[in-house]
């Protein structure tokens, strides 16, 4: 599968598979248009922090990931307080979250990941 195939840098196109298929690896998006494999750490007060061979551990600031995948289920804290699990793709306006019954959120429903 060519994700698997790619190297552990930035990618202009790394080939992503669509948000229901599977994630090999986390993945985001940032405001270069440039996408980093690598693993998610947790996102709180907007910032979300991300290990990649690029650049080692970052925090990003949410504004600036573009998209954003994960391979493993997360928690995700809600605006209502609710906490809902499973795999996540945010893109500019929504956030899926991929479980038995996917859910739809935006990105300000989102407190911390």
């Known amino acids: 599968m060519l994700i698997a195939s790619l190297p ?15 994630v090999l690896a986390d993945w985001i998006q940032i405001s270069s248009q440039e996408w980093l494999k690598g693993k998610f750490h947790g996102m709180y007060d907007r910032e979300l922090e991300f290990d990649s061979s690029e650049f080692d551990v970052k925090t990003w600031d949410w504004d600036d990931i573009i998209q954003f995948r994960t391979r493993d289920a997360v928690e995700i804290g809600l605006i ?23 859910l739809k959120l935006t990105r300000g429903d989102i407190v911390t990941i």
């Open 80 to 102: 209502t307080g609710e906490i809902v699990v499973g795999r996540i793709s945010v893109n500019r306006n929504d956030v899926i979250v991929i479980m038995e019954k996917p």
């Open 8 to 22: 552990a840098r930035a990618q202009t196109d790394p080939r992503l598979p669509s948000e229901t298929s599977e």
